[in-house]
């Protein structure tokens, strides 16, 4: 896989359960921290689309849990991208830094939504261009 984006995660004590590992809901957190960080990077802003009545909404999971994280590890949380049809599918992989060990995969697939309605987003096909023509 390709990765196009990468950014570092800090594991934070709150994040974690009882049994001393991080929570399997706060994956989804990193991995959309890491989907909001990349729009940032190409210049754009969650909240601004939000604005412009384009919302990017997730439509499917696939989720797979390998190696846990606890806290004070840090996570490096790698990214790919493709387009299926309306669907815009952003591969996520998380290691633990200290050892480069996957500790979650994921496949997160979004949808726009322009006005309510199911649409191509053709700012987000602008942005995403250099990184799905790359496949």
Same mark, same amino acid.
């Given at each position: 896989?390709?990765y196009?984006f +990468?950014? *570092?995660?800090?594991? *934070?004590?709150?994040?974690?359960?009882?049994?001393?590992?991080?929570?399997? $809901?706060?994956?989804?957190?990193y991995t959309?921290?890491? *989907?909001?960080l990349?729009? *940032?990077?190409?210049?754009?802003?969650?909240?601004?689309?939000h604005?412009?009545?384009?919302d990017?909404v997730? $439509? #499917?999971?696939?989720?797979?849990y390998?190696?846990?994280? #606890?806290? +004070?590890?840090?996570?490096?949380s790698?990214? $790919?991208? /493709?387009?299926?049809?309306?669907?815009?599918v952003?591969?996520h992989?998380?290691? /633990?830094?200290?050892?480069?060990k996957l500790?979650?995969r994921?496949?997160?697939?979004?949808?726009?939504?322009?006005?309510?309605?199911?649409a191509?987003s +053709?700012?987000l096909?602008t942005?995403f261009?250099?990184?799905?023509?790359?496949?």
């Amino acid at each position: 896989m390709e990765y196009i984006f +990468e950014t *570092r995660i800090e594991v *934070r004590d709150y994040e974690c359960d009882i049994q001393g590992i991080v929570n399997n $809901a706060n994956y989804l957190h990193y991995t959309e921290h890491t *989907r909001h960080l990349f729009l *940032r990077h190409l210049g754009l802003s969650f909240a601004e689309l939000h604005a412009k009545d384009t919302d990017a909404v997730v $439509a #499917r999971m696939n989720l797979q849990y390998k190696v846990p994280l #606890r806290s +004070e590890d840090v996570a490096i949380s790698r990214m $790919a991208l /493709r387009k299926e049809g309306v669907r815009y599918v952003f591969s996520h992989d998380l290691f /633990r830094e200290s050892d480069e060990k996957l500790c979650f995969r994921s496949e997160v697939e979004i949808v726009c939504l322009i006005n309510g309605k199911l649409a191509v987003s +053709e700012e987000l096909d602008t942005a995403f261009k250099s990184y799905i023509d790359k496949e």
